[in-house]
């Protein structure tokens, strides 16, 4: 191990907003999609920072994988202040064989406009499969080259010509593997128990990394989500408990399509429950406000959904707009969908909840071939058996309503 050469990569993990340009970006897909299969095909030990985090300390791991990689990769994407600092910090212990890359919209900050930022195209929360293996390709060259023939590319080194940088007792030695579990692995034990059902399994889970990160949107989302499908200690106290870990995400203020969605679906259950109007309407609100500030086809659909719900209750004029609206909204769904069915759809992660949507978006036009034809499809790409019957149940709740 200690005669094989190591890349450390500088990136969050899981989907991240891009407060700039709102946009939901899958940083897994760049890290197991691009990055990791470019450095490992070179050879390369290849290690993010939540395959090194753990319960013990991190600073010391990652300070030495950041003076003691030979290469340091840094994907500045989504603005991530821990990726800033974690670039400074290599800039200033080396003077070369570190790159930074990012998805093409960023506008770098002033300090690091001097910093050669090599561009990917993100679709969504997905990279395409032309735009990985075009990616792939320009890591694995520009991998090569400085190591071949190493330029100084830190800017601390470029304006300070004549500061040497500081001696490490290890230099390209990483350090040895940790015994305790790490980040990454307790997340995707998680994922595999949320998946699979087991959403006890997954609450202990989630709420392990966040005693390991508890700064992580993405963790928290994830915790939400396996505590109000738990039903445990019963469905209406879980539901709260959700409640209480949603206003750590700030619902009221945050544009982020998946704490809007998390939260209309809280409140969305509660008014199954309880038939409080007050919930109904919560839930209409954050819907519909994941609907209006992204063009989100998730939460469009259920925003619909809860329309022909206050239609069936109201009377009059009102029923009559919420259902026209609902009409509407599944159109606009209908064409958001198909866009997202569009180049790079197989590269998606959430290829079954697309055609699903499209599904209940049909049968609520009373389109019948076209969900017919949706449906077929939509049962080849279901992954866990919870994802399904949440689509049928839907379903069968709006046909009572229509």
């Known amino acids: 191990m200690a005669n094989k050469k190591s890349c450390f990569v500088i990136m969050g993990y899981g989907v991240k907003v891009d407060y700039r340009t709102g946009r939901e970006l899958d940083l897994d897909k760049t890290y197991h999609n691009v990055i990791k299969p470019a450095v490992e095909e070179l050879g390369f030990t290849c290690i993010r920072a939540d395959e090194v985090r753990h319960s013990g300390i991190i600073d010391v791991p990652m300070y030495e994988w ?49 910093t050669v930022i090599r561009p990917y195209e993100h679709l969504g929360k997905d990279i395409g499969y032309t735009e990985t293996m075009r990616f792939r390709q320009e890591l694995m060259d520009s991998i090569s080259a400085i190591i071949d023939s190493p330029k100084v ?81 019963s469905h209406v106290e879980s539901l709260n408990k959700a ?77 009559i707009a919420d259902s026209v609206q609902a009409k509407r909204i599944r159109q606009q769904v209908i064409e958001i969908c ?8 197989d590269e998606r992660g959430d290829k079954y909840w697309v055609v699903a949507t499209l599904e209940e978006a049909y049968f609520g036009l009373g389109e019948t071939d076209n ?11 279901v992954e866990a058996d919870w994802e399904r019957a949440s689509t049928e149940e839907q379903i069968s709740t709006l046909e009572k309503l229509l």
């Not at 950041?66 to 500045?76: E, H, P, T, Y």
């Not at 500030?293 to 659909?301: E, T």
């Not at 034809?373 to 939509?378: F, G, L, N």
């Open 66 to 114: 950041l003076i003691g990689a030979d290469v340091v990769i840094a994907d500045l994407s989504t603005y991530n202040p821990n990726s800033f600092y974690e670039l400074g910090v290599r800039h200033a212990l080396r003077p070369y064989t570190t790159i930074a890359i990012s998805e093409n919209k960023l506008e770098p900050p002033f300090d690091v406009n001097h």
């Open 153 to 233: 590319d830190s800017p601390v080194y470029t304006y300070l010509k004549d500061l040497d940088p500081p001696k490490y007792s290890a230099p390209g030695v990483v350090p040895a593997a940790s015994e305790k579990e790490t980040l990454s692995t307790i997340i995707g034990r998680a994922k595999t128990a949320l998946d699979a059902g087991d959403f006890m399994g997954a609450i202990t889970l989630f709420e392990l990394a966040r005693e390991i990160d508890d700064d992580s949107d993405y963790v928290l989302q994830q915790l939400v989500l396996a505590t109000y499908k738990s039903k445990h200690p």
């Open 243 to 319: 409640l209480v870990l949603l206003e750590e995400l700030k619902p009221e203020e945050t544009t982020d399509t998946e704490t809007l969605g998390l939260t209309g679906a809280v409140y969305k259950r509660l008014w199954d429950e309880t038939g409080e109007l007050s919930h109904l309407s919560e839930s209409i609100k954050f819907y519909e406000k994941g609907f209006r500030v992204k063009s989100d086809y998730y939460n469009g659909i259920n925003l619909a959904f809860l329309l022909n719900v206050r239609a069936k209750i109201s009377e009059g004029e009102d029923a």
């Open 338 to 345: 198909q866009k997202l069915m569009g180049d790079g759809f």
């Open 371 to 381: 969900f017919e034809q949706s449906k077929a499809m939509a049962l080849t790409l």
